[in-house]
C-alpha cells in the first residue's frame, strides 16, 4: 500500500523540539564565529527631506566597526534601466523587484524618507547592546513634508511622494465601467468596503549573515526563496552568480513576507562586503513591525446587480492597492485580486479594475493568500449584501449563482480557466456538517428573546488560484547511493511546510526506500543553483511532482542496471515498492536491493535531475461557515465554531493539509475580528510593538471543524492542488459575514475588518438610531 | 558582573554587562540557542523557560537576577527523541509545530502549565497559553498535544 495520503508524522520535528533547531541568529558556523552586528538607524519621520547626516559620535562609541550612510555606497552596480514596468496581467507571484524609473527604491535613503523605519544608516558593533547605544548617537536632521497616509490622501495628489513621477498612482489597468451593465438588474446593491493592512508576523523576524571571503559572498537569509535571493544579490552586486552563495537554515515562517532578500537584507550583505567583515543581522519585533513589509490594505468598490429570485447578473469590483512606499510587490497584487474577481460564481457580466498608490507607509507585499484573499473578501461580501437586500437566505443566494459541477474546465469571465471542482457540494458538506437549519432557528430563538448575546452564521464559498506561475516550475534532484540511501535536492524551501516529510513519502511511495532513509535538502545554492522555492501554495504540485518526476527517471536506470545484474530483459523486472526489493517476474525469491542496484550502476550512480513545470494553475475550492456570538451591549464578536470544507485535490500529506488549513483560518479569523495595522494622520505607527498589534493567541480561537473533500486536478500527476493559502482565503469573509449576520435583524449591513468591539458596537447604535 | 546559573544541570558562569537578559545569556554565553527571541515586549512566549521550576519569559528577567538559579531549557528537557517529554513526543504527534520558532518557548509553558494543572480542560490550555504566540498553527494542534500529553501523563 502506498504510504501517500497516510497520516505520516513529522520527521524533522526531533530536531525542532530538542536543540530548537537551527535558524540564522542560531548559526555558530567558523565563518561567523567574530561576525559583528549590525543595527539600523531607521526614520522616525513618514516623509521628509534628509538636510544632514552625523556620524561622528556614533563611530566614537564603544565598540562600534563602522557606521555607514548612502554616501559609503560606492561600490554598487548602476540601478537597472527605467520602464521595467509591472509585471503582466495574469502572471505569477515573482521577486519583490520594485518598478524601477522614478519609483526607484534605494538601499539606504539618500535625500529623502518615506516611511516610518526606512532604513538611513546602519551601525556595526561587536554586539547588539552596544550597537543600540550608538545608534542613538547618529544624528539625522530632517526637513518634514506633508505625509500621505491614505489612499484618499494618495488620490489628492497635493503632496507626490516620487517628485520624477507625475502622480502617486504607480500602475493603474483594468476595465474601465461597461455603460448599461447592471441596466437590467432588478436590484443593485453598491457599497466601499476596506480590506485592512495587516501585519505578516512570522514568528521569526527578518534575519541575515552575510560574509566576503576568497572573492564569494555567503549570504545566509530566512527567506522562502534561496535561489531567488542569490539573482537578486547578483544583480544588485554586478556579481556573477556562481560567486554567491545563499543558504536558508531553518526558517521561522514567511507568509509571503519572506520571499527572496529585501532592502534590509541587501545593505547587510552589501556592508560585509564593503567593509570586509563578517556581519550579522536579526531583527527586534519592534523593528519588524515596521520594516517588514505589511500585507493587504486595499480599498474596494463593490457592486453587484441581479434578480429579485437571487440570481446574480453583474459584479464590478473597483480596486485601489495602498502600495505603501515603494511599489514592490504591492504594484503587483491588484493583478491576482481581478483574477479572481468572479469567485466561484457563474456571473454573465464581471468587470474589475485597479489602480495602485503609494503612500508614505511600509511597503506591502504578498501576505498569506496574496490578492486572493482580497477577491474573495469583496465577492463575498457582495454577495450578503445583495442577498440581505431580497432578503434571501445567503446560502440558497450561493446555491443559486455556484459554477455547477458540470461545467468543468469553466472559464471565469474574470480570465482564468477552472480546473475543476464542485462547488455546490461543498457548500452543502459544510451545512449539512455544522447543522445549518437548526442553527438558523437558534438564530431566531435569540432574535425573538432579544437575547444580548446574538448569534451569526457566516458563509464563503471560495476558488484560489494556486501555483500561478505553474510554468516558472521546480527543481527536483534523486540520488540513490550505493548504501541504498537516498538524497533529494529540491528548489522548493520550506519554512515550516513539512517537505523534509512530503518529499520522503514520495520517495517511498516511488522507490521503496524507507523514508528514513531518504535525506531531504533544500536552501543552499552552492547545492541546488537552480529553484524557485515556496509561496503561491505552489511547493507540492511543483516541488513535489519533479521529485516524483526525478523518482520515476531513477527507477528506469535501475530497472536496466537491474536487469543486466539478472540476466533477464528489462520488461521482466518489477520493484516491489513494498519491500524496495527488485525482481523478475514471476520469481520473488531471487532479489536485488537498492544498494546492490546503485553500487553496480556504473561511475554516475543512480541519480536523476528534472525541471517540472505545468502548463496552467490549479484551483482549489471550498465552503466555510463561521459561528460567531455577538455580545450587543459590548460589540464583542467570539467565533464559537468554524466548519470548513478545502478541497485542494489529492492530498498526499493529510497531517500537514490539515495544519495548513489550521493556519490559514487563524489567520483569517484574525483578520476578520482582531488585527489592523494602523497609522495616525501623521503617517506614525500606532502598532509598533506586539503590545500594541493585536496577533491572535490560543485563547481567542475555538477548534476547527475540517471536512474532507478531494476532487483531482487533471494538470499534475499527483492530482494535487495548492492548499497553504486556502484556509485564510475562506476564513476572513466567513467570520466577518458571521459577525454581521449577527446583527443583520438590528439593520446592520456592513462593518469594516477588523471588526473589534468598538466598530460592532457603532455599527449596532448606528442603526438603532438610523 | 559575574553571574552563575545552573542551565539544564550544569553550570555556566560569565563575566556580563549588567543590563544581560537572560535569553541573551543562554543564547549567547552557554551557546544554547533553542530559546528563541521573538519579541521585545514580552507578548509572543518564545523565550519561556523554567526558572526554579516556574516558567518565565527570559526576556524580562536580567541574567544577574538568575545568578545561583537553576533554569531549564527545551535542551534540557530530553537527551533525544527516545526520553522525550510527553509534551515534545505529544507536539510531533498531534503535529503541534510547523516552523518550529515558537516551539521550544511553547513546549515550556506547556510543560508548566501541565505542572501546575495535571488535567486541564481545553479552555484551560488556551487560557494558559495565551502568552506564546504560534503563526503556523492556528493553537489548533498545540492545544490537542498539550491535552494529549495530559492524559498519557494522568494514564500513567
Redo the contacts between chains.
Sequence with gaps: MSILGTRV??T???R????????V??L?VPELSAAARVTFVRSPIAHALITGIDVEEARQAPGVVAVLTAADIDDLAPPPPPGEGPPADGGGEAAPLPLGGPWMEPLLAVDRVRFVGEPVAIVVCEDS?SGADAAELVSVDYEPLPAVVTIEDALANETRLFPDADSNVAVESGAPAEAGAFADCEVVVERTIMNQRLAP?????RAVAACWADGKLTVWVSTQNAQISRFILAGVFGLDPASIRVVAP????G?GAKIGIDRDGLIVAWAAKHIGRALRW?E???ENLVGMTHGRDQRHVIKIGGTRDGRIEAYRLDVVQNAGAFPRMGGFLPFLTKLMAAGPYDIKHVEAASREVVTNTTPINAYRGAGRPEATAAIERAVDLFAAEIGMDPAEVRRTNLVTADRFPYQSPSGPVYDSGDYVSALDKVLAGAGYQELRAEQARRRERGDTVQLGLGLSSYVEITAADANGGETGRLDVHGDGTATVYTGSSA????HHTTWAMLVESELGIPMADVTVIHGDTDLIPMGVGTYASRSLQLGGVAVQRAAGEVKDQARSVAAAMMEASEADLELDTDSGLWHVRGDPATSKTWADVATHAGPDGLTASVNYTEGQPTFPFGAHLAVVEVDTDTGKARLVRHVTVDDAGTIVSP??A??QR??????GVAQALLEEVVYDSQGNPQTG???DYA?I???E?P??ELLTSETPTAINPLGAKGIGEA?TIGATPAVQNGVIDAVTHLGVRHIDMPATPVRVWAAISEAREG | MEVTVTVNGSQVAADVADRTLLVHFLRERANLTATKVGCDTSSCGACTVLLDGQSVKSCTVLAAQADGRSVTTVEGLAAGPDEFHAVQRAFQAEHGLQCGFCTPGMVMAAVSLLNENAAPTEEEVRSGLEGNLCRCTGYHNIVRAVLAAAAERVAQ
Design positions: 508524522v513529522r524533522e520535528d526531533p525542532l523540539l530538542t536543540v530548537g533547531g537551527t535558524y541568529d542560531d555558530r547592546y508576523l512570522p514568528m521569526e523576524g531553518d526558517v521561522g515562517g507568509f536579526a527586534t519585533r519592534s519554512h515550516g511546510q513539512g497531517v500537514q490539515e495544519g489550521h493556519g490559514g483560518i487563524a489567520q510593538t506586539l503590545a496577533a493567541s490560543a485563547a480561537l477548534s476547527f484556509g
